[in-house]
């Protein structure tokens, strides 16, 4: 039973999975294995080797220590009165480490997860109150997210679980009950789920299940009747996962940000670079592909704005055959999602040959990119399963924003206030993306309305340049219509010609000091025919005196810009493409990762 339910959420993570079972009163059993799911199936004969009524299993997708059978769920306390599986990142796990060691507990992995175990069991032993009040305690206690799966040694057949952002599901069956991350693990034996909320707790038993919230009072909850069928189940009700990972955007760049900001300022200790470093690099290189080298060059902006420090950006596949001339005090950036791009990796490699330090920011932990690099940033934006990057690419921008505002700051170039402000914004992007994806329903109008066209043409300056480029990518792999980005100034240098009645040219413009000139260069191609959509920031009411059709995203610091008007850009391709009939997750002639050249 649990593995099969596994299987149904493997599309969440996949480096390594683990059970713990109970047979009646007898002591729980663990067994784990690194890899797929496959190789647990293997481990435990189909689980025949670990017979049981009550238990907990996970797949992982590594965000505290690499992938491996030490760091896989369930964790146990030292005794295995405790043992969990946990879901999210506890973002104070260092601290709460620090205060178990000082109370004589020991660890044997790096997991966030191994210390909510024994915080959990530190409380459990210390006021001997139960399992719920001992879990509620680390809820005071612990930030981040998490939803987890809890079995006390004294209480077998039964199960508990905390909630807080991360979600989870209590499935209702007869004499038998569930806890689930997501609907799929369970709808084999129950469409009747109970979706547990925010700071709340859960304790189910054969036959009960029960909501209880912080002050331990049992609170009733709808039961809902799942409707949908396994296959949309996976992907939480959206039609595809492209659509379910824009609307994860939010989070992933809010997780990300937290793995940074710490009490209110800026640490990337994380990564391995020291101060000291920071401040001796002498430029900066930045080497991706495709989506990744997109947000590199939104990074050379607000790297060289913010941090003073000159940036180049290559492709990863020129970079790695052109001998570049590297300063032996430059940094390298490679930034890769899956880790494992081949002319990303080789790039890394030919910077590290060159004795150049190189820092990966890489989502997949323990990937290739992550393991050679000198330095790690991580990601945090969890699995991405589309081919189309959205999440991980947001999730990127941050990373490059919170090294150019570590780097200004390690440099001097950034007042500690000025600091506090970019911070601050930073912090508010969540909300303004949240924002943005609710108004979907004009983009989609729009979308549905030009779909058939041919031809589109993306026009910013500087940042919203940048920003083009990857709404062209975005546009181009999932609808398959010739598009192209430009930096507006250099269309009359010949593009222009192309521009005939009709012609759909999408400018985006939210930078003040080049505002004018962008709308310019609208006006130049409307002259000409064609179609304008613009995309701008809330305020810049003006854009509506040019274009056909306006889109706004909300004001931010104009560094961050991309982070918002990509978003419109993404859905944007993404309607087209399904108005369009095209196999929006899985377009013809990708592949997720490019392990070849
Ligand atoms: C486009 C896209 C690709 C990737 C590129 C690099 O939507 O996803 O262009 O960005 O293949 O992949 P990673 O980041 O895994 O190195």
Known sequence: MLLEGLSKLEYRGYDSAGIAVRDGEKDVRVVKARGRLSVLEEKTDGGRTVPGNCGIGHTRWATHGEPSENNAHPHVSEDSSVVAVHNGIIENYQELKEKLLRNGYTFYSDTDTEVAVKLIDYYYKKYKVGPIDA????MVRMRGSYALAVMFRDYPGEIYAARKESPMILGLGDGENF???????????TRRVIYVGNLEMAR??????EIIDLNGDVIEKEVTEITWDAEAAEKGGFEHFMMKEIYEEPRAIEDT???AIKEGTIDISGTGLTEEEMKSFSSVWIVGCGSAYHVGMVAQ???EDLAKIPVRVELASEFRYRQPLLAKDALVVIISQSGETADSLAALREAKRQGVKVLGIVNVVGSAIAREADYVFYTLAGPEIAVATTKAYSAQLIGCDLLAVALGRARGVLEEEKIKEL???????PGKVERIIEDKERIQWFANKFANINDVFFLGRGLDYAACMEGSLKMKEISYIHSEAYAAGELKHGTISLVEKGTMIIGVATQKRIFEKTISNMV???????????????????MEDTADFVLYVPK???HFSATLTVIPLQLLAYYVAVNRGIDVDKPRNLAKSVTVE
Request: with cysteine; charged share 20%.
């Open 179 to 189: 806890i689930a991350s997501d609907v799929p693990a369970i709808l084999k034996h």
């Open 556 to 558: 931010s610091d104009e």
């Open 524 to 542: 130049e191609v409307k002259t000409r025919g064609a179609y304008l959509c613009g995309i701008t920031s809330a305020g810049n009411y003006s």
């Open 423 to 429: 911070l601050s914004d930073l912090l508010s992007l």
């Open 301 to 303: 902006y607000v790297l």
């Open 204 to 209: 189910i038993t054969p036959e009960k299940a």
């Open 257 to 259: 940000l937290h793995s």
């Open 135 to 138: 879990i509620a305690k680390c």
